[in-house]
């Protein structure tokens, strides 16, 4: 074997050696906090309508499972969009329904914790999660969003963070808050 193979091939053996574990470490590990049950469609419409979702709007579903609310936000409603979930499995689904649907242009799909995610340019941000992740999730939010996002989550509320408005759809509780201006001392 040439001298050139030789170090061709120890490059060759190292890749595959180090690769494994740094594609380990990009991709999530931990299970999903909750296990996918879907939005119901006319829950999703009223959802995008509550936060009065429209063009210039870019849509984060935290948890996003089958892409529904995020092919709904930008076929619909004319939104971009981007789903997160923690799970490979619905994130294949959710690239295959996008292209289904023809809204692969609009819309993106990432495999991350939710908790981990960078969520700073949305300006809606949707969730069908427990009252808990919500509560946990409730200082990303505050943080990391812009005065003004709106949130919106199907069937579970934040505790003592009173909603802006509460919708029901057949039974079903929506709630909508949005992230207030900034004080001068949270700045």
Sequence with gaps: MSRKKT???IVLVCVLAIAPAAWAQSAPTRSPDVVFVPTPQEVVDAMLSLAHVGKGDTVYDLGCGDGR???TAAKKFGANA????IDPER??????NA???G???KVSFRQEDLFQADIKSASVVTLYLLSTLNQKLKPKLLAELKPGTRIVSHAFDMGDWKP???SDVNGRRIY??????KTASAR
């Design 7 to 9: 170090i061709a091939a």
């Design 69 to 71: 609310i995020v092919i």
């Design 82 to 85: 981007v789903g997160i979930d």
């Design 91 to 96: 994130i294949q689904e959710a690239n295959a």
């Design 99 to 101: 292209r289904r649907e």
């Design 103 to 105: 809204v692969t242009g």
């Design 164 to 166: 802006e408005k509460e």
């Design 176 to 181: 909508l808050w949005r992230i207030p201006a």
